[in-house]
């Protein structure tokens, strides 16, 4: 269990992927959403979110899927800022049968 008193546990979700803003909610969005958005823009995104939150250190970074391919960029691109991983049911590097999905 986690103890809110000693962690905090922040969930943000992949652009264009779930519930966020992509370009296959409405069509006002199709023109407004970029052509392409990659793991490392989200990641950028994300670590400016972490920032402004006063979040320096992530002490495990948990990601399932594609929230594990976002967590093996999480190692490379700040690996100072990632204590400990658990990517779960990821591939370091998309196949190119998942793009199709992607």
């Given at each position: 269990t986690f103890d809110p008193e000693q962690v905090r546990v922040i969930v943000i979700n992949h652009f264009g992927n779930g519930e966020s803003f992509s370009p296959s909610h409405e069509d006002t969005h199709k023109k407004r959403f970029p052509s392409a958005v990659r793991y490392p823009d989200n990641i950028r995104a994300q670590k400016l979110a972490l920032d402004a939150l006063g979040v320096s250190q992530i002490d495990l970074l948990y990601g399932f899927s594609m929230g594990a391919m976002q967590?093996?960029?999480?190692?490379a691109m700040f690996p100072t800022s990632v204590k400990?991983?658990?990517?779960?049911?990821?591939?370091?590097r998309t196949g190119n049968t998942n793009k199709i999905f992607l």
């Open positions: 967590a093996f960029h999480w190692g400990r991983m658990a990517a779960v049911c990821g591939s370091a």
